[in-house]
Each structure stands twice: as C-alpha cells, then as structure tokens.
C-alpha cells in the first residue's frame, strides 16, 4: 500500500489524459522512485529495497478460493508440500457445480463443450505442466501436475490431453451442468440472427421461460440473463510459500463464457496466468487473458520483484503495461477487467485489478491466509469503477 497517494495521483493523471504523451509505465515508477530514497535504478529499471513484513507460511488466491485457504494452510502447516497445497484449495473449486468459472459447471464453449484450461508450477524441483481445451476431466490442475510429474512434457492440449489424462486414471465424466446448459441453450437463442429471437424480444422471454420450466430452474433466469448479455470469465490462481520459503502455484479455469472452440486463455500459459521462480516468488492471473498474453503478465510481475518491487507494485507495472497498449485509453479498457496476484519468497503478498469494483459495486479483494486465518483483503486498484462489460 505505500505509495498509495502517489498511485492515485498518477491514474488520475492518466484518466485525465495528462500522462497519454508522456508516461510510460516506466515513466510513473521512475516518479515513484525519486521520492522513495531506497530506491535507485539499474539499466533503466527501479530496484527497491526488498520488503521484509511477509509471514511465511502463507497462501494467497482469488477470492473464489477463501474458504478452502485454511484446507491449504493445514497442508502446509503439514507436511509443508506447497503443491499439495496449493491443489487442496482449488480442487474443491473445480469440483464445485456452482463456480461456473472453473472446472465441473464451468460456463461452456459455443458449440456447449466445457473446455477447461490450467497449470501448475513447482519452485523446488523448477518444474512445470499445463493443459489446455481439455475436455471431460473436471480438474484440469491435477493433469497438469501428473504431466508435470509423469512426462518430460509441459503442456498437453485438445484431445490428446483428455486422452492422456483417462490413461492416467482420471474419470471422464459430462462438465455440463443443468445450469450451465440452460444458460448456453440461452444464450444460443440470443445469439443465432436467422433462426432464434435476440436477447430483448419477447420470443427471447418465451423461450427463456420454455427452458426454465421448474420454479428451481425459474430462479435462474436473472443470472442467465446476465451471462447471456455479458460472457463472464472467471478462473482461480492459487500461489504457497512454506515455512522454508518453498513455492508452489496453479491456475485453473473454464476460459471465457461462449468462447471458439478451442480459445485458450492467459491461465494454462506459463509466464502469462502462472509464473514461479523459487529465488523469487510467484504471480498470477485471472481476468481477460488476451490482454495479460500481450504482456506475459505473470513473468513480468515475477521479474519486476526480481528487481527489488513489493508484491503490489509489481502487479501494478504488469497493469501498467496493459494500460500503455490501449494509449490509456479508458473507453477501451473499461471494456475488460485483469487482475495480477504476487507472493514473495519472504511471503509478502500483494495483488492489483484494473478496476476497482465488481459487478455489483463493490471494491474487489483477493484471499489470504498467512497462519492465523483466511480473510479478503482489497485490491490496488488501477482505475475507480466497473470494468468488464464486453
Ligand atoms: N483468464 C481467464 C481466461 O482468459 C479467464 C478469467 O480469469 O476470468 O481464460
């Protein structure tokens, strides 16, 4: 939270178009660095000196992992094993049917096929393994970790890793929930021009109302609404430290709402949703992934406290970056919204958003449990509002 005052000041330089010229995303660390003494910089690039208020052991995740934090904390309290930890908290999220971001109930592709996507880093043995498009294994994170441990291959995707992972032992099974499949005949029905009714006709209503034929099913309708209109995306990142300063982390994710057939996101791609680099720390991602790909989010974040950021400015200059491919261009980004997580080999965490608040208004938080309990804590944020209405 240091430089808060400094930050706001340099986004409402930004959103007033004053910085559009001028700053880079260089340009608002180096004014961050004059005033900070500890700083100096080195080829160009700030290096500060390292935080020291982290606590290890300690666990951070999107917010959708907070109640299984403490399952992660006691595994690490344990047996310290970060990556048995790590997956303790977002298995049960993949396994949920109500999270429709991640794993079984994940919202579908456009043809109504889950194609899940997600991978796992080790700092230890500086091993990694990934899955993309994958279909019919609800937890995409636990094949990513048997590719990781079984083969001398990094990323499986399509077929052959659904393939592999029925080899493995893993039990194909329908991801579709009844929800999530009403939701996508729903959003069919919007979609197709020729021979469907668009979203505010009334045909839409009737056969809104058709589908969700059951009062259980009726309750639906609002959410379904909204998905249909605006597709979500949604995913959970995970990221351990041990008491020995061991690390570990995972992303995991259903992708984007309706997306093409075969669409692999930021979240199975190592450097963009997931990067761990044992002498360092680690970083991850959840929001629109295309944008954290264009700048290999989750490498840079680990890189820039490489060079001596906390945990929340490095996130900070990931958005940055972002920010400076749409020329700050507010009307653009509010068309998304991105998130970087970071925790450091001394366990101090830290984690930015582009936009401030969720779809309901209120400010976002991550999770963490750092040996006490697991709360939410807010994010930096970039820019004041709502992002994310494609
Ligand atoms: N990053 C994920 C993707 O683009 C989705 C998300 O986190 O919301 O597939």
Redesign the pocket.
């Known amino acids: 939270m240091e430089n808060w005052t400094r930050r706001k000041f340099c986004v409402s330089a930004v959103a007033g178009g004053i910085a559009a010229s001028a700053s880079s995303a260089f340009g608002a660390i180096a004014a961050k660095a004059e005033e900070n003494p500890s700083s100096k910089f080195v080829n160009g690039n700030v290096l500060r000196t390292a935080a020291t208020n982290g606590k290890r052991p300690c666990i951070i995740s999107a917010l959708n992992g907070l109640h299984h934090l403490d399952a992660g904390m006691q595994v690490l309290h344990a047996t310290g094993d970060t990556m048995d930890a790590v997956l303790a908290v977002v298995t049960p999220v993949e396994d949920d049917p109500n999270d429709n971001?991640v794993g079984y109930g994940g919202l579908p592709n456009e043809d109504g096929v889950v194609q899940l996507?997600a991978c796992v880093m080790h700092g230890p043995t500086r091993k990694c393994g990934a899955v993309g498009a994958i279909e019919k294994i609800k937890n995409p994170a636990k094949v990513a970790r048997v590719i990781m441990e079984r083969t001398n291959h990094t990323f499986l995707v399509g077929e052959g890793a659904t393939k592999f992972a029925i080899d493995e032992g893993f039990n194909p099974m329908n991801l579709l929930t009844d929800k999530s499949r009403l939701a996508w005949l729903a959003w069919k029905a919007q979609s197709s021009k020729d021979w469907r009714p668009g979203l505010d006709s009334p045909e839409f209503n009737k056969e809104l109302a058709e589908l969700l034929d059951t009062p259980e099913r009726e309750a639906w309708a609002p959410w379904i609404r909204h998905v249909v209109a605006h597709p979500?995306?949604?995913?959970i990142n995970c990221l351990a430290v041990n008491e020995k300063g061991e690390m570990s982390g995972v992303t995991t994710?259903s992708?984007?709402a309706w997306k093409i057939s075969g669409r692999v996101?930021?979240?199975p791609i190592i450097g963009a949703?997931l990067f761990v680099d044992q002498e360092v720390g680690g970083a991850g991602?959840?929001?629109?992934?295309?944008e954290?790909i264009k700048i290999a989010g989750g490498h840079t974040v680990v890189e820039m406290m490489r060079r001596g950021m906390s945990p929340a400015d490095a996130c900070m200059e990931a958005l940055h970056r972002v920010v400076h491919n749409y020329e700050f261009d507010k009307s653009r980004l509010k068309l998304f919204d991105l998130q970087f997580y970071a925790l450091n080999k001394d366990g101090v965490h830290g984690a930015a958003s582009l936009w401030s608040d969720g779809e309901d208004g209120h400010s976002i938080s991550y999770a963490v449990h750092d040996g006490t309990e697991a709360k939410a804590v807010p994010f930096t944020p970039m820019f004041q509002g709502h992002g994310g209405d494609y």
Not at 285 to 290: D, N
């Open positions: 971001t996507d979500p995306t949604g995913t994710t992708g984007l996101g930021d979240s949703g991602s959840t929001g629109r992934g295309e954290n």
